[in-house]
Nanobody, 124 residues
Framework: QVQLVQSGGGLVQAGGSLRLSCAATRCTFCSYAMGWFRQAPGKEREFVAAISWSGGSASYADSVKGRFTISRDDAKNTVFLQMNALKFEDTAVYYC?????????????????WGQGTQVTVSS
């Protein structure tokens, strides 16, 4: 069974940058569509970004468009979320997710595997 191991995150000032990583382990010839979601205290989990199996297509939430970039390195079975121009409202626990499918998926119920979550805190 695929495991997703997240790294990165932490505390940053508003306007700063962070990069999150998510490595798929126990996975041979991985070919998964990947996504990032986040959940702030007292709020529901929300979509952030997603990328297709090939890396040729991506989708972003309006709130992060132009600031965040999702990418993947298939040689390392790893997906990244580069977060620039961070805002206080980006503070949340971020989760990566994977599904054995080809396209871009923006709903959390489409995903089968989830990372452990990593805290991102942006100070204003």
């Amino acid at each position: 069974q695929v495991q997703l191991v997240q790294s990165g995150g932490g505390l940053v000032q508003a306007g700063g940058s962070l990069r999150l990583s998510c490595a798929a382990t126990r996975c041979t010839f991985c070919s998964y569509a990947m996504g990032w979601f986040r959940q702030a205290p007292g709020k529901e989990r929300e979509f952030v970004a997603a990328i297709s199996w090939s890396g040729g297509s991506a989708s972003y939430a309006d709130s992060v468009k132009g600031r965040f970039t999702i990418s993947r390195d298939d040689a390392k079975n790893t997906v990244f979320l580069q977060m620039n121009a961070l805002k206080f409202e980006d503070t949340a626990v971020y989760y990566c997710a994977a599904v054995d499918a080809s396209y871009v998926y923006t709903n959390d119920y489409d995903y089968d595997y989830w990372g452990q979550g990593t805290q991102v805190t942006v100070s204003s």
